[in-house]
């Protein structure tokens, strides 16, 4: 069966740390890999993306890698903040860029100062 | 914030009721999607809607159904609710080019209770 799993369900990280997630999946073909922010009670929000042809995608302190072969992605957050605390939510298509977008459970991330 | 907007914020229904929920596009987007995300899970995919047509379905009983208009919003119907129904419900808009709708830019959602 198809599984997208997020390594933890919460992540307690030191501030100024890296901060690395982890999303991995079984029994995809997926054209592409998005990571999204989620806030409580907010909806969530687009961050990166990165496609299958790609290692790796960089903005500012995000930097993400997409590993077909393992089929995991890693998120990392460069010297993370207090308000980089949030869940982070990974999502695939399900089939080589059909129009199914599937997300993981999070994992929630708290940034200690 | 993303342009997209949802309503209502929150909503209690009965079981057996049927609701409508409503989400307007962020401009220049044609493409609208729905999720479902239960407390302390991922967002699950519903439906997509592209230029007023359903394209492309999550596994979710026929009693969810949706419309498109011309100016790119969109309703949700859910008919019959259960309580399993309660959650957030999120509307996605995103702009489809050469076949594909890449990142998605989420609404604020419509918190529904079904008692």
């Known amino acids: 069966s198809q599984k997208i799993e997020q390594n933890s369900e919460a992540l307690n990280i030191q501030e100024g740390k890296t901060a690395t997630l982890t999303c991995n999946y079984t029994n995809y073909s997926p054209a592409y890999l998005q990571w999204y922010r989620q806030d409580p009670g907010r909806g969530p929000v687009f961050l990166l993306l990165?496609?299958?042809?790609?290692k790796e995608k960089r903005k500012e302190r995000l930097k993400v890698t997409f590993d077909t072969t393992l089929k995991q992605s890693l998120f990392h957050i460069t010297a993370s903040q207090p308000a980089d605390s949030a869940t982070y939510l990974c999502?695939?298509?399900?089939?080589?860029?059909?129009?199914?977008?599937?997300f993981g459970t999070g994992t929630r991330l708290t940034i200690i100062p | 914030e993303t342009g997209v907007t949802q309503s209502p914020t929150h909503l209690i229904k009965t079981r057996g009721q049927q609701v409508t929920l409503r989400c307007s596009s962020q401009s220049g987007h044609n493409t609208v999607s729905w999720y479902q995300q239960a407390l302390g899970q991922g967002p699950q995919f519903i439906f997509q809607y592209y230029r007023e047509e359903e394209n492309g379905r999550g596994n979710f009983p026929p009693r969810f159904s949706g419309l498109q208009f011309p100016n790119y919003s969109s309703e949700l119907n859910v008919n019959a609710l259960e309580l399993d129904d309660s959650a957030l419900y999120l509307c996605?808009?995103?702009?489809?080019?050469?076949?594909?709708?890449?990142?998605?830019?989420f609404g604020p959602g419509t918190r529904l209770t079904v008692t």
């Open positions: 996605a808009s995103s702009l489809k080019s050469g076949g594909l709708s890449y990142e998605q830019y």
């Open positions: 990165i496609r299958e042809n790609e």
């Open positions: 999502a695939l298509d399900e089939d080589f860029g059909n129009e199914k977008l599937t």
